[in-house]
C-alpha cells in the first residue's frame, strides 16, 4: 500500500477519479479519527458525521469551526446531514472526501425517481441498535419498505431502546456523550466503534441493494399526490423488494407479529391495487384522454367523463345505491342514482321520508346529450389531481398527440383504465361522505361508513413501455371536521386559488 503514498502531503482534488484513490489515502489525510470509510460500508452522512463527534470528542460548536457547518441546537443532526447538500459537501470536504459520497443521498437508495426531499415530512433518525452500537448508520434503515436489520436480524426503531424516548440527535451534547439519552444509555459505543468491523454480509447485501434499486429506478416513476401528507405508509405499501429479501428485511407484517409497539410507520388501512395490461385492448380514444386534462384546473366542478370511463361512475351510484339502508333516498334521487345504468329502483325499495335534496340529486353522475358529466365537488382533490400526475408519468414529457401515435393500444388501455380506477375509487369514497351529511346511518355502517383515502402511485416500465400501475390509497386524517367538511374546505381551497389566478390575468 505504501506505492500509493508518494508523499508527505495527498491533495484530493474533485478531478480524481473516487475509484482510483485507495481507501487508506483518505485514513491519512483525514484530521480525524474514524473517516475509515472501509469500516462501515454504505454508511449515511450522519452516521459518519456521529462516529468523528464520538471518537474525536468534538463539542457542538466545533461543527462550525472544525467541520464547517453551522446548524442550530435545536436541529435534528439527521436531517441535516440527510436533506442539505450544502452542509454534506461541508463535511465532505472537512473530510478530505473527494466528492460527497453516493450512499449519503438518500435517493440513491429509492428505487424509483424522485428527490431525496421526498422523506422529509415525518423524517426521523431510524436505525439498527447493533449497527449503531458500533458506530454504523446507513440510509438503507431509513427505507419505509425496509423493517430489519439484513445482517443482524433486528427490528429497527427511531426510539431508545431502553427507555422509549426519541433518539438524541439534536446538534446539542456533551463531548464524548453524543447521541446519549436522557436515561444515560448511549445508542453508541466507544469502544466498539474503535474495534468495529461491518459483518461481510453487511457490504454484499448493501451492494447488492444499491444496484437493484438503480435498475429499478431506471423504469419507475412515483407519483405523489398534491397535498402529499406522511410518505411512509404510501412507499412501505408500494415498494416491492424481491422476494428473497422480503424475509430478511421483514414486511411490515412480520415486524409487527416480532413485537406489536415498534410497528415504525403504520401501514394500516392502506389498500393496495396493482393494473397490468390486457391482453386485448380497445382502439385508443384520444379525445378521452385530452377530455381527463379538465382535472388539472383549479376548480373542476363538473367532469366530462370520457366515454370508456363513464360505466365505472354509474356502477359506483348504483352499487351504493343498492347497498343504502332503508329510508335513504327519495324516490327521484334514487332513479338519479340508477339512471345511468339505465335501471329502475327494486319493489323493496323504501323511499326516505323527507323531502328532496338538491344537493343529494347533484351527486350521481348526470347524463346530458349522450355525455356523462361527474360532479367533482364530492371527489377529493387528491383523488382526481392523481389522474394528471399519471397522464404527465405515462407521457414522460411527450405531448398527449405524440403518445397516442407512439403507444401501444396496450400502454394506453393501462393508463386509461389507471386513470378510471383512481377516479371511480376517489368518487366512491367522496360519495358515501359527502352522502352521509343526509344519511346519517351510513357511520353506523361499516362498509359504507364514511372514509377519505388518498392515492400514491408507482408506474413501472418495461422495454420502455408502460407495464404496471400500483396505487396504494392511505387514510387521510380529517381529526374532528368530518370527511364532507374535509371535502367543503378542499373546494374552498380550489376557489381561492382560481381567484388569485383570475386577479393575476386581469
Ligand atoms: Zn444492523
Ligand atoms: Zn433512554
Redesign the pocket.
Known amino acids: 500500500m505504501s506505492k500509493f503514498i508518494a508523499g508527505p502531503y495527498i491533495e484530493l482534488r474533485g478531478t480524481v477519479q473516487r475509484s482510483q484513490l485507495s481507501p487508506f489515502a483518505e485514513v491519512l489525510t483525514s484530521p480525524f479519527a474514524g473517516s475509515d470509510r472501509t469500516d462501515t460500508p454504505a454508511a449515511s452522512g450522519f452516521g459518519t458525521l456521529a462516529r468523528i463527534i464520538r471518537l474525536n470528542h468534538l463539542a457542538p460548536r466545533e461543527l462550525s469551526s472544525l467541520l464547517g457547518i453551522r446548524v442550530r441546537r435545536a436541529d435534528d443532526l439527521s436531517a441535516v446531514m440527510t436533506f442539505s447538500e450544502a452542509r454534506q459537501i461541508a463535511v465532505a470536504r472537512a473530510l478530505h472526501l473527494p466528492e460527497v459520497p453516493a450512499e449519503w443521498n438518500l435517493s440513491t437508495w429509492f428505487p424509483f425517481k424522485a428527490p431525496s426531499s421526498l422523506l422529509a415530512t415525518g423524517w426521523t433518525l431510524r436505525y439498527c441498535s447493533e449497527c449503531l452500537l458500533d458506530g454504523n448508520h446507513t440510509l438503507l434503515h431509513q427505507l419505509p419498505w425496509v423493517h430489519r436489520c439484513a445482517w443482524h436480524d433486528v427490528a429497527l426503531r427511531d426510539?431508545?431502546?431502553?427507555?422509549?424516548?426519541p433518539l438524541?440527535v439534536k446538534a446539542d451534547w456533551v463531548p464524548g456523550e453524543n447521541l446519549q439519552?436522557?436515561?444515560?444509555?448511549s445508542p453508541l459505543d466507544t469502544d466498539r466503534i474503535l474495534r468495529a468491523q461491518a459483518p461481510e454480509s453487511a457490504r454484499r447485501f448493501t451492494d447488492e441493494y444499491l444496484q437493484w434499486a438503480a435498475e429499478k429506478r431506471a423504469h419507475t416513476a412515483l407519483v405523489v399526490p398534491e397535498l402529499a401528507g406522511d410518505p411512509r405508509p404510501a412507499l412501505a405499501t408500494l415498494v416491492e423488494l424481491p422476494r428473497s429479501w422480503r424475509q430478511r428485511v421483514g414486511s411490515a407484517a412480520e415486524s409487527r407479529a416480532n413485537d406489536p409497539r415498534r410497528l415504525p410507520t403504520p401501514i394500516r388501512g392502506v389498500h393496495v391495487r396493482t393494473l397490468e395490461p390486457a391482453e386485448w385492448a380497445p382502439v385508443p380514444d384520444r379525445d378521452g384522454l385530452i377530455g381527463l386534462e379538465e382535472v388539472r384546473r383549479d376548480r373542476p366542478g363538473f367532469l366530462t367523463t370520457p366515454k370508456r370511463l363513464a360505466p365505472m361512475m354509474s356502477a359506483v351510484a348504483v352499487d351504493l345505491a343498492m347497498r343504502l339502508p332503508d329510508k335513504s333516498l327519495t324516490d327521484r334521487e334514487m332513479s338519479l342514482f340508477l339512471a345511468g345504468a339505465g335501471i329502475e329502483a327494486p319493489q323493496s325499495f323504501d323511499p326516505a321520508s323527507r323531502s328532496f335534496s338538491g344537493e343529494v340529486s347533484l351527486l350521481p353522475p348526470t347524463c346530458v346529450g349522450g355525455r356523462q358529466f361527474l360532479n367533482l365537488l364530492c371527489v377529493h382533490p387528491s383523488a382526481y389531481r392523481l389522474v394528471a400526475g399519471l397522464v404527465d408519468a405515462a407521457l414522460e414529457g411527450r405531448n398527449l398527440f405524440d403518445f397516442h401515435a407512439q403507444a401501444t393500444r396496450q400502454e394506453f388501455d393501462l393508463l386509461m383504465r389507471g386513470c378510471g380506477q383512481v377516479l371511480a375509487r376517489g368518487y366512491a369514497e367522496g360519495l358515501r361522505s359527502t352522502l352521509a351529511v343526509h344519511v346519517p346511518e351510513l357511520y353506523a355502517q361499516p362498509r359504507l361508513a364514511p372514509r377519505l383515502r388518498q392515492p400514491w402511485a408507482l408506474l413501472g416500465r418495461t422495454n420502455g413501455r408502460l407495464a404496471s400501475i400500483r396505487v396504494a390509497w392511505v387514510p387521510l386524517s380529517c381529526a374532528s371536521r368530518g370527511e364532507a367538511a374535509l371535502l367543503e374546505a378542499e373546494d374552498h381551497a380550489n376557489q381561492r386559488r382560481q381567484r388569485s389566478r383570475g386577479r393575476r390575468k386581469k
Open positions: 426510539d431508545c431502546a431502553h427507555c422509549g424516548l438524541a439519552c436522557a436515561c444515560g444509555q
